[in-house]
């Protein structure tokens, strides 16, 4: 099946510092991927949609200047948190889709936890 | 905008039985609908996806249906067991990029 990988798998950091999250489709070529927030006992939202070569469509509500994504290529996709708050500690999860098809199942990472102290 | 509900927030069942999860959404008509599994500290791991001319879909134990007058989802899990004890998700499209939306999702405790 198609595996999705993220990395770190966690990350503790220090207010007002920068956090990368990456994405990687292992096994296929994914023409776009998603990336979600999910708090406890919350379901995902969803932040963005990247699609490779283009800029990223945010969702209502998400700085597009405080989570910078960059979709460079058709496997690797990464979120990068600027300026981390406490409030930014959150469950980040990404997702990948093999084609721009609308039937397609999303493949998801295993999740980033990322706490900012 | 669109809004969809996963009712119970938990289902304790014994192990054996059939559990049913119930997912209901609003002020859209999805093209499809989409069951995930998720466990703790974990992404969702894609289960069935339904589509809107589908009334239901089985695989192995699995089984969804698709109302779409009664803008309703049901996902049946049958001769339940332990193993299956994690949060369900439903997820739609919303037309938009294959963009979804989820439930809250529906913790499954099956007992032995």
């Known amino acids: 099946g198609a595996v999705v990988s993220q990395h770190p798998s966690w990350v503790i950091c220090k207010s007002g510092t920068s956090v990368k999250i990456e994405c990687r489709s292992l096994?296929?070529?994914?023409?776009?991927m998603f990336w979600y927030r999910q708090f406890p006992k919350q379901s995902l939202m969803l932040m963005a949609t990247?699609?490779?070569?283009?800029?990223?469509?945010?969702e209502q509500g998400v700085e597009k200047d405080k989570f910078l994504i960059n979709h460079a290529s058709l496997t690797l996709s990464t979120l990068t948190v600027t300026s981390a708050h406490p409030e930014d500690s959150s469950f980040y999860i990404c997702?990948?889709?093999?084609?721009?098809?609308?039937?397609?199942?999303?493949?998801f990472g295993p999740g980033t936890r990322l706490t900012v102290l | 905008s669109q809004k969809i509900e996963q009712n119970s927030e938990a289902l304790n069942i014994q192990e054996g039985k059939t559990a049913t999860l119930t997912c209901n959404y609003t002020?859209?008509?999805?093209?499809?609908l989409q069951w995930y599994r998720q466990d703790p500290g974990r992404g969702p791991v894609f289960l069935l996806l339904?589509?809107?001319?589908?009334k239901e879909k089985r695989k192995e134990r699995l089984k969804v249906t698709f109302d779409t007058t009664l803008k309703q989802s049901l996902f049946h899990i049958t001769a339940s067991q332990p193993a299956d004890s994690a949060t369900y998700l439903c997820?739609?499209?919303?037309?938009?990029?294959?963009?979804?939306?989820f439930g809250k999702g529906t913790k499954l405790s099956v007992k032995p």
């Open positions: 997702s990948a889709s093999p084609s721009m098809s609308s039937y397609n199942e999303q493949f």
């Open positions: 096994d296929f070529q994914a023409t776009t």
């Open positions: 990247s699609n490779e070569g283009s800029k990223a469509t945010y």
């Open positions: 002020n859209y008509s999805p093209a499809y």
């Open positions: 339904i589509r809107e001319n589908e």
């Open positions: 997820a739609l499209e919303t037309g938009s990029q294959g963009n979804l939306i």
